[in-house]
């Protein structure tokens, strides 16, 4: 069974940075291709984030591009998605994902494992 454990999320001013962290355990993580999704209040998950496991291609989200990126750690068998220049339209709560497939990685169903989530909110 995989496990997937999301940190680093918390309360930062309009431009500010964070890092996001996501520890995958229970199968063998390279395999996988990961995602970042977000999820504000009264509204619908939405993608960030995905790297492929077979070759690290990217993908992101439009309004994120240019200020987050998303890269793994096989040795670590962990996930980070690096954000700058946040904005309050990117507060959510922040869920990493892990996907068999390597296509359409921009739809939650594709994903079979999910972590817990962690906050970001982004102060004006």
């Known amino acids: 069974q995989v496990q997937l454990e999301e940190s680093g999320g918390g309360l930062v001013q309009a431009g500010g940075s964070l890092r996001l962290s996501c520890v995958v355990s229970?199968?063998?993580?390279?395999?996988?291709?990961m995602g970042w999704f977000r999820q504000a209040p009264g509204k619908e998950r939405e993608f960030v984030a995905a790297?492929?496991?077979?070759?690290?291609?990217?993908y992101y989200l439009d309004s994120v591009k240019g200020r987050f990126t998303i890269s793994r750690d096989n040795a670590k068998n962990t996930v980070y998605l690096q954000m700058n220049s946040l904005k309050p339209e990117d507060t959510a709560v922040y869920y990493c994902?892990?996907?068999?497939?390597?296509?359409?990685?921009?739809?939650?169903?594709?994903?079979?494992?999910w972590g817990q989530g962690t906050q970001v909110t982004v102060s004006s």
């Open positions: 790297i492929r496991w077979n070759d690290d291609s990217t």
């Open positions: 229970g199968r063998p993580f390279p395999n996988y291709a």
């Open positions: 994902a892990a996907s068999s497939y390597t296509t359409v990685l921009d739809f939650p169903r594709r994903y079979g494992y």
